[in-house]
């Protein structure tokens, strides 16, 4: 077993589309190269959901640190990580994780996505096999056509008033799919992450939604554990089921958004579980 | 030029830079700028661009605001001035100018008053004296805030940045940097705290070095004439900015850049 929790301090490293910003916890340090694990165990790279950042991630990050190098870059666009010069494809922000991979001197890891960054997972599975051990991810949204056209409107670039109502509108919507036990201080934490760059904000989701998931997962051959909290992917998520080589749907009806915060022990119990067992 | 963002090592944590260096080595000194409360460094991200085409130009996240770690307490000015000093040390700036903004103006005298030999010259955006009665007014409005179901705090805070904004600055502009005034509620009201109970009237009078004070007609606008008598050095002076207001650097930083370097490097003509 494993102590509560380590520090989490952040960096930067070099990527294709300029600095990629990271949350590191575990055997590293500020402008050192990264020493192997001394557990043995593989790094774990995870990454967000759109837009926020890999604070989402700080809290986890810390837990699973104990035991193993455990980083959380801001994809492309997001957090404090340059952009692309154009809306980029979830091919392109997997292959910007894969230069934070060769900037920490990462061979092999596991890897751990969150809606959006379930798809860059599932991208960088097929892209780099030899690199990706296993995958987590909090849902694996599979769209109807229909569903689609809901999304890219919903999802769409921010229009901004001058009375603020857009922000507003934003919290309300994050208040709405805020987990049991989420409170309104947690989603402030999180919450400024998701105004940035509201003139390319929407380039997450929109990459997201051109993203064929359903075709994608199946030719994925690494084992994967999808965690399905209740949240507003709940029913898409269902539709993997039957579609993964070596994988399984964990259903989580008691959680929500926020149980990387709230139920941070539990969830670092899931994931090695998986992780660091025989079967998948 | 592209702004690089980087971490430095301070007392209470991480400190978190934007900097430009220019292409070819520069001889003046670097510039070191503090920002306002709450927002971060972002707010000087172009002005960044502008004067790092001839010197090393940084501007910090103060502990607490955008990716800083926060101090563990609510702190005083003079710890700002201190985690400052642990950035010019991480960065190895044996001497520099500095510039801050509001907070961050407070932040820069305090910081020549605890490193005097190597800070020459100071350009403040704003240097408020405020008299009892107003300084209770602006506590009353500027403390910790609850935060609503409806969002409207959030409604609230952007309409206050679309009021003090200059004419000309546009709602994408205030999207570009507001994310930052949002950044960690429950202590964002610390910059302002410390900043109302700093003594600037005290501060000034004890500068040695050169103090350039610009005053757009923001917010304070009012309250800074008052620290003109309080200056010292023969080269120290106010620049009135009528019609200037919050977004300022973005809007007019070609224009800002024509008074602030005249002043920085004195006996060097303008380009």
């Given amino acids: 077993m494993t102590a509560a929790s380590v520090p989490v301090s952040r960096r930067y490293v070099d990527g294709r589309f300029g600095q990629i910003h990271l949350r590191v916890a575990g055997p590293v340090r500020e402008n050192e190269p990264t020493p192997p694990s001394a557990t043995g165990l593989l790094p774990l790279l995870c990454f967000h959901m759109s837009p926020n950042s890999g604070r989402i991630y700080e809290t986890f990050a810390g837990a699973m640190g104990a035991d193993r190098l455990c980083v959380a870059p801001d994809t492309p666009g997001f957090g404090e990580s340059d952009p692309p010069p154009s809306a980029p494809a979830i091919e392109d922000y997997a292959a910007a994780m894969i230069d934070v991979m060769d900037a920490l001197e990462i061979e092999r890891a596991d890897v751990m996505g969150y809606h959006t960054g379930s798809e860059t997972c599932v991208a960088l599975a097929l892209a780099a096999p030899e690199r990706v051990r296993k995958l987590v991810l909090t849902s694996a949204p599979i769209f109807t056509d229909e569903e689609l056209v809901w999304f890219r409107d919903h999802y769409g670039k921010p229009e901004l008033s001058a009375d603020g109502s857009h922000v507003a509108e934003k919290w309300r919507g994050f208040l709405t799919w805020a987990g049991p036990g989420w409170t309104k201080e947690h989603v402030a934490v999180q919450f400024a992450d998701a105004l940035r760059r509201p003139d390319i904000s929407w380039w997450g989701h929109a990459a997201a939604f051109a993203f064929p998931m359903g075709e994608k997962i199946k030719h994925v051959t690494q084992p994967i554990l999808v965690l399905n909290p209740n949240d507003d992917l709940v029913e898409h998520t269902r539709r993997a089921d039957g579609l993964m080589q070596n994988g399984r749907i964990e259903d989580l009806p008691d959680w929500g958004h926020g149980y990387l915060d709230i139920h941070t022990e539990a969830a670092a119990a899931l994931v090695r579980a998986f992780l660091d067992g025989d079967q998948p | ?271």
């Fill in chain 2, 1 to 271: 030029m592209r702004v690089r963002k980087a971490y430095v090592q301070g007392r209470f944590g991480q400190m978190h830079v934007r900097m430009v260096r220019p292409q070819a080595a520069a001889d003046k000194r670097p510039l070191v700028c503090f920002h306002m409360s709450p927002y971060s460094s972002i707010i000087y991200e172009r002005w960044l661009e502008e004067m790092g085409r001839d010197r090393l130009a940084v501007a910090v996240d103060t502990p607490g605001f955008g990716e800083s770690d926060p101090t563990d307490t609510p702190p005083a000015i003079t710890d700002y001035a201190h985690a400052m000093i642990d950035v010019l040390d991480g960065l190895g700036l044996e001497s520099a100018d500095l510039m801050g903004y509001h907070t961050g103006s407070k932040i820069a005298l305090e910081t020549v008053l605890l490193i005097p030999d190597r800070i020459h010259r100071i350009v403040m955006v704003s240097a408020p004296l405020w008299t009892e009665q107003e300084l209770a007014e602006v506590k009353a409005l500027y403390g910790p805030e609850p935060l609503s179901d409806d969002g409207s705090h959030l409604a609230g805070w952007w309409q206050s940045a679309v009021r003090w904004s200059m004419d000309g600055r546009t709602l994408e502009d205030i999207g570009r940097v507001f994310w930052a005034r949002t950044l960690n509620p429950a202590i964002s009201w610390w910059g302002h705290a410390a900043a109302f109970a700093y003594d600037s009237a005290g501060a000034i009078p004890k500068v040695q070095q050169p103090i350039l004070i610009l005053n757009p007609e923001d917010d304070v606008w009012q309250r800074t004439p008052r620290a003109k008598d309080l200056l010292v050095h023969a080269d120290s002076r106010t620049h009135d900015l009528p019609g200037w207001s919050h977004g300022f650097l973005d809007l007019k930083t070609v224009e800002t850049a024509a008074i602030v370097r005249p002043f920085l490097d004195p006996g060097v003509d303008a380009d």
